[in-house]
């Protein structure tokens, strides 16, 4: 094709290497396109006399009144529990988005996937994306940012991209729930966390540390355990816990199903919870007070989170303008701890 070819969108957006919508929405000069991709693609269309005609435009820019929850991808074998937090997220985006008329879809992402945002959004059937993926994130959100898809995130997004983001308060967290074990009396504090290298992570971590330094406590390695947020994670974190520091008094835990495992573990090792060791979450699912034995945990108001996903994703679709929401985390005190 050479550029004096160009009769359509689709023909613009093979030579700029773009989606159709990107082009179309460059060609409408969308705020939500980056404005050097706009510039390439009115460049493109200007040099060959190209003028995008009221019906296609109007087929183009057609609104599916839909927007897709972006989540790991789905092997049936695999559904846990661990999924829970996404299903409670997502009641509250469904909420948000039944109040302003959009319906919700479900899309499973393979990681190595870096198509599916073209064919979601070509093929007109969601307006935008809420993404809740953790593994490859950041892959995901320069997939989205490429094809100028308007999306929001929860968690914290790279600085590179300048997009809608929501995340609960962290190392608010984190101090609270150890500030809160430190009260009742506990010295040897142990510190389950998810992913290391996860930005939420070490925010709840430096929550901790500061909580314990605050009071006078230096933090031992050997009470410092990572695992990836799961029920199985939690008892094994708590396992190395008893072997490396048998004096550990209390676990603050990264999620409610790893502090579910510990208890399991601490229980089963014929230790009292929360006599011998407290235990406190983070998450606030309903699980946590349904537990046998109700969970002390850190609630991210995860009905509120899913309502702001969903209410600043559509407002960003409307208007182009950018947020960036950190919820206020809050603890919650049942019988673990």
Same mark, same amino acid.
């Given at each position: ?233 939690? *008892?094994?974190?708590? #396992?190395?816990?008893?072997? =490396?520091? +048998? %004096?550990?008094? !209390? &676990?603050?835990?990264?999620? $409610? /199903?790893?502090?579910?495992?510990? *208890?399991?573990?601490? #229980?089963?090792?014929?230790? =009292?919870? +929360? %006599?011998?060791? !407290? &235990?406190?979450?983070?998450? $606030? /699912? ?26 600043? /994703? ?24």
């Amino acid at each position: 094709m050479t550029e004096k070819s160009v009769k359509s969108i689709e023909d613009i957006a093979r030579l700029a290497n773009v989606s159709k919508s990107t082009v179309s929405r460059s060609l409408n000069d969308s705020p939500l396109i980056r404005q050097e991709t706009k510039d390439r693609i009115q460049a493109i269309a200007r040099e060959n006399d190209f003028c995008l005609n009221q019906s296609a435009r109007s087929l183009s820019t057609h609104q599916a009144q839909a927007v897709a929850f972006v989540t790991h991808a789905y092997y049936a074998e695999h559904f846990s529990i661990e999924d829970l937090f996404g299903l409670e997220i997502m009641g509250g985006v469904g909420s948000g988005l039944y109040g302003l008329g959009y319906d919700l879809m479900v899309i499973h992402v393979n990681p190595h996937d870096t198509e599916w945002a073209h064919r979601y959004l070509d093929s007109g059937r969601v307006d935008g994306f809420i993404l809740m993926t953790s593994t490859r994130k950041q892959r995901h959100i320069k997939i989205l940012a490429d094809v100028g898809a308007p999306f929001i995130v929860w968690g914290f997004p790279p600085e590179k991209f300048d997009c809608c983001s929501v995340i609960g308060d962290d190392i608010q967290g984190g101090k609270l729930a150890t500030e809160h074990l430190i009260r009742i009396g506990r010295k040897h504090i142990g510190f389950i966390g998810g992913p290391a290298d996860e930005i939420e992570v070490q925010h709840r971590y430096k929550g901790y540390e500061t909580a314990m330094q605050a009071e006078g406590f230096e933090v031992d390695p050997r009470l410092v355990v990572y695992g990836d947020y799961s029920h199985a994670s939690g *008892i094994s974190a708590m #396992q190395q816990l008893l072997e =490396r520091s +048998p %004096e550990v008094d !209390a &676990v603050f835990a990264n999620s $409610d /199903l790893m502090a579910i495992g510990a *208890i399991n573990v601490i #229980q089963g090792s014929g230790k =009292r919870v +929360p %006599e011998d060791i !407290a &235990v406190v979450g983070y998450d $606030d /699912l309903s699980i946590a007070s349904y537990n046998n034995l109700p969970l002390t945990t850190i609630s991210q108001k995860i009905p509120m989170a899913g309502r702001l996903l969903a209410q600043n /994703l559509i407002q960003y679709i409307q208007t182009g303008l950018v947020t960036h929401v950190t919820i206020p985390v809050e603890l919650v005190v049942r019988k673990s701890a």
